[in-house]
């Protein structure tokens, strides 16, 4: 080969997929990842120096709220997303059945960030939906709108893009609570239906059709679904405590009720701590509303540390208190989650938890080029969590390039942080929060 289409040299290649951490060279072509060697000596059509910098496979970002236009959450995901170096979204089910192929035709067809989505359980996916907590009204309100076959059909004709199923479980979004326990029966069964027509019609064995099943990401925040439940009661549904392996409990650090830390004894509950044992996957889901710093750092404290980092980035956050999934993953650094470990968190852990792990979310030679060139920022910033509460990072990740399948795509600058317009009116949720500091934030 005379000459290829890029070279990226001299970087700290982290890809925990094949267990690589080391200085060394990356070699492009037509979109794909052709080595990765010491030295490599090609000439390139464009050569990237990346001494000083961590080279990861491109980013992937488990939660985001891309349905822009059709949902009042929806972000642009080239604009906020790609260009901080993210080349994976999954949409948090902001399209339920009936609406999901204008996310497929609108935002999926036409971004050059690779969209991929959790289904809604609700027919119309966030369409009418905010963020869960204040305003009273949700997707749940009704379960006429809750309906397993339609969901389940949505995701066989569509497993190309769909990767599971999504509920979100509030009381204010589900009438007051009354229709909570029955979506979240209802999103299991989904699981059900599916896991039996892969395996009539694959006739495959046990194993494969365990293989070809989706997880749910399940929202819990301010839920009439307990995340204790301590009895044996067979009828009463727990998050997680319901949850299977390698399902999603998303929002993991938010300190509202139904918080994953009791508020009395400031520790993690222990329907928690076994779920996590059993391989269920805690997501960060940051929001507007669901990382605090409190809750983060009790956790932080027994290397309770999230499987997947992720943003939630949507209308309302993507201008602070989440800015983009570089920053988000600069607090869990912050906390004390080796940086290895923050990187597979935002590589292979959502792939192989989206069923996606042999394709992305790794820089195996062969597979399409995604990669993200990432520098460790050093010096003093002040970092507010959802309720304004700040604590000062001493390093971010900043990124400085990113190609998706092989195209490089310009990186740009998130909001200028602490963001103290939003903290001025996030702080007024202060006295709604279970788990905080003894001292309220101040902002000046
Ligand atoms: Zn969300």
Excluded at 269 to 275: G, L
Aim: hydrophobic share 35%; aromatic share 6%; proline share 5%.
């Amino acid at each position: 080969m005379s000459q290829i289409d890029l070279l990226v040299k001299n970087g700290r290649i982290i890809d925990p997929t094949n267990g690589v951490d080391t200085v060394a060279d990356i070699a492009v072509n037509d979109g794909i990842i052709l080595s990765i060697d010491n030295n490599i000596q090609f000439q390139a059509k464009e050569t990237f120096d990346a001494g000083g910098c961590l080279v990861t496979p491109g980013l992937i970002d488990c939660h985001v709220h891309c349905y822009q236009y059709s949902t009042p959450l929806g972000i642009n995901p080239d604009e906020h997303c790609l260009s901080r170096g993210v080349t994976t979204i999954v949409d948090g089910g902001s399209a339920g059945a009936s609406t999901f192929q204008g996310l497929r035709r609108y935002i999926a067809d036409r971004s050059k960030t690779r969209v991929l989505a959790f289904l809604h359980i609700a027919q119309h996916g966030l369409a009418a939906a905010g963020c869960a907590s204040g305003a009273p009204g949700g997707e749940l309100d009704s379960l006429n709108v809750v309906t397993v076959d339609d969901c389940a059909k949505c995701i066989l004709e569509n497993r190309d893009m769909i990767v599971g199923v999504k509920v979100r479980l509030s009381d204010s979004i589900a009438d007051n609570g009354k229709n909570e326990a029955e979506a979240y029966r209802q999103t299991i069964s989904v699981i059900e239906i599916i896991f039996t027509i892969n395996y009539f019609v694959y006739r495959r064995a046990l194993l494969a059709a365990k293989k070809a099943d989706v997880p749910i990401m399940v929202h819990h925040t301010m839920s009439t679904v307990k995340t204790q439940v301590d009895n044996d009661d067979p009828t009463e549904l727990g998050c997680p405590r319901d949850l299977r392996p390698g399902d999603l409990y998303t929002h993991t650090f938010h300190p509202y009720r139904s918080c994953i830390v009791d508020p009395d004894t400031l520790t993690i509950y222990s329907d928690v701590i076994e779920a996590k044992k059993r391989g269920v996957l805690y997501d960060v889901g940051h929001g507007q509303g669901s990382f605090g710093w409190t809750v983060a750092e009790i956790c932080a404290r027994t290397q309770f540390y999230p499987d997947t980092i992720s943003t939630d980035l949507h209308s309302g956050n993507h201008i602070g208190p989440a800015y983009d999934l570089p920053i988000v993953m600069s607090k869990f650094l912050h906390l004390g989650m080796p940086l290895v470990d923050v990187i597979r968190a935002v590589t292979s852990t959502p792939a192989k938890a989206i069923g996606w792990g042999s394709r992305i979310g790794c820089l195996t030679p062969g597979k399409e080029a995604d990669i993200t060139v990432l520098k460790l920022k050093e010096g003093r910033f002040p970092m507010e969590d959802c309720q304004s509460q700040v604590r000062v990072l001493d390093k971010i990740f900043k990124p400085v390039a990113v190609w998706r399948a092989g195209n490089s795509h310009p990186i740009t600058e998130p909001t200028p942080f602490p963001n103290l317009e939003a903290m001025s009116q996030n702080s007024r949720e202060w006295d709604n929060i279970l788990v905080k500091d003894k001292a309220r934030p101040v902002v000046k």
